[in-house]
């Protein structure tokens, strides 16, 4: 059992060969001096080109994979439970191999697998996922979808199972440029082909209109996955080389693994998205909220609103559709630093100008905040500067003098409102977050706090549970972003239409507090906590 291949930013080098933005870098120099091609720009990225060629999958006759042909057991293999509530045991590094039913293109993924019973998993088919596209195209003709699960591969091909590259862009050629050879294939009775250098395959298929509960899972956005009906996977075969090694990840608050995963996977696509987009200058998501809860592009602004028309462009690529909140920032500010960012808010961001809020749509499956699976809202707040054009009043802001305010540094106290509010924090004079006493109303809390105009001086307003730490600014990013909706955990201080659009006043409040319906944060077995810290100095960390 390996657990953490990718959990340092060395161990990622180390499986790619160098820096994921090296790579990232090569690509973008190649794609510019490509347009046009010649002889001078062929010569300059002759190696990139030697790698290129080494694209496509080679098959062997010798697949060490092969070693071991069984009936599949999966009982035999070191899956993990790795949550108190987990529905059970899971993998949690599968790459999951399909071929589109029409296109014949092939996808890889990491999609979590239930472990039913000795041939049997879960098919969890998230929103946006080649996999699941795959599977629906399948059904609609009738037909199973073949399927081959690897558990271990060469490091390339498994860092590039991570990658959110379109759907029918190969993988494994990709892994093959990265490795500067091409992965050896093999292929299975169903006629996917799979890595012959595998630890372990599974082999198998997805049937048609046929559903089982699948979860609760403990998965990175810190909270149980709630169960729900998702497609099986019937495997027919197992093979293994001896002494195989299994892989596994494991997800929860951050940080966890897939912090290094993901920030090497920006790190390496983002020069090409930036010559897709030249007004791009510079973007992140936050593992803190999950990576889809938070991200923050720094553009360049040739025209008004240019920023705000890079916020929808991101929102039609691939995953970044699913995003939830963007932060549009100047170039000068550091995208990576949450409080540069709101320092830009708090000097730039009006919300009667700024602020876009967008309901009714698609949202990330392991999201729960939204009335419906795969169903929520998002928001785009543009804190780039901007030359102003006077602004009408919207009126009179309601007064609530109940709560007396004193600011001082980057602590607020605040009195009148009770027991309820326990701690608060200042961040930057942008954002105000207050934490809640479980059982409180964060909404109610928030609905005078919005209204109080010693506090009218900032921007946004967040109510918290009483499990975030206000000091933690990992576990703060995640206790804000991973736990609102955009639409309904919203509390505006005045809102007014003119004609069918909504114009907002300051300050913009958000419900980030654990609600009735949402499932359990993670929480360990205080047993397994106080083994572990028992036998800490076993572990030479």
């Known amino acids: 059992l390996l657990i953490n291949v990718f959990g340092t930013e060395k161990r990622i080098e180390w499986a790619l060969g160098r820096a994921p933005g090296e790579i990232g870098d090569e690509l973008k120099s190649f794609a510019d001096d490509m347009m046009p091609p010649g002889i ?163 082999e198998g298929f997805v049937p048609p ?52 995963m993901g920030n090497a996977v920006q790190e390496m696509l983002l020069p090409l998205l930036k010559t897709m987009h030249p007004e791009l200058v510079d973007l992140w998501a936050y593992y803190e909220a999950g990576f889809h809860n938070l991200a923050v592009a720094a553009v360049k602004q040739r025209y008004r609103k240019e920023a705000v028309k890079m916020a929808f462009s991101l929102l039609g690529e691939g995953q970044m559709s699913l995003t939830k909140c ?71 802001v309601p007064v609530c003098r109940k709560a007396a305010t004193e600011r001082k540094g980057s602590t607020v106290s605040l009195h009148g409102l009770g027991p309820d509010v326990i701690a608060s924090r200042n961040w930057q004079d942008a954002l105000l977050v207050v934490k809640v006493r479980n059982g409180a109303s964060g ?14 001086g900032f921007k946004l307003m967040a109510a918290v549970s009483e499990d975030v730490p206000l000091d933690d600014e990992e576990l703060l990013l995640w206790g804000i972003f991973c736990r609102f909706d955009c639409a309904r955990d919203f509390v505006p201080s005045k809102a007014v239409f003119c004609g069918g659009q909504p114009i907002f006043q300051g300050p913009l409040g958000f419900d980030a507090t654990w609600k009735e319906g949402y499932p359990e944060p993670l929480v360990m077995d205080p047993a397994i906590v106080d083994t572990v810290n028992k036998r800490w100095e076993e572990y030479e960390i």
């Open 40 to 202: 001078g720009s062929l010569w300059k990225h002759r190696r990139l080109l030697w790698r290129a060629y080494q694209m496509k999958p080679r098959f062997t006759a010798d697949p060490s994979v092969r070693e071991i042909a069984e009936a599949p057991d999966l009982d035999a293999l070191p899956v993990l439970k790795c949550w108190p509530q987990d529905g059970g045991r899971f993998l949690t590094y599968p790459l999951v191999v399909s071929r589109g039913p029409v296109s014949r293109k092939r996808n890889v993924g990491i999609y979590r697998m239930h472990i039913y019973d000795k041939s049997h998993t879960g098919m969890h088919c998230q929103i946006q996922k080649g996999v699941g596209f795959h599977y629906i195209e399948a059904e609609r003709r009738g037909e199973a979808l073949p399927l081959a699960v690897v558990l271990g591969a060469d490091p390339a091909s498994m860092f590039a199972g991570v990658l959110p590259v379109p759907e029918d862009l190969d993988a494994i050629a990709f892994a093959g440029c990265v490795r500067g050879r091409s992965v050896p294939m093999t292929r299975l009775a169903n006629g996917l082909d799979v890595p012959a250098d595998s630890e372990i395959v599974l």
């Open 209 to 260: 209109r046929q559903r089982r509960m699948e979860g609760p899972f403990g998965d990175h956005f810190g909270h149980y996955s709630q169960a729900a009906p998702f497609p099986v996977f019937q495997v027919e075969r197992m093979y293994h080389r001896r002494n195989a090694v299994y892989p596994a990840a494991v997800v929860g608050k951050p940080p966890q693994e897939d912090k290094y």
């Open 443 to 456: 909404r109610t809390i928030l609905e005078r706090l919005v209204q109080e105009p010693s506090l009218a």
């Open 326 to 396: 963007i932060f549009l920032v100047d170039p000068g500010v550091n995208v990576r630093d949450f409080s540069a960012v709101l320092a830009a808010l708090r000097e730039n961001f009006d919300p009667r100008e700024d602020f876009l809020l967008l309901s009714g749509t698609a949202q990330d499956t392991l999201d729960f905040t939204g009335h419906a699976m795969n169903l929520g809202s998002k928001m785009v707040l543009d804190a780039t500067q901007k030359k102003r054009q006077a602004a009408a009043p919207l009126g009179a």
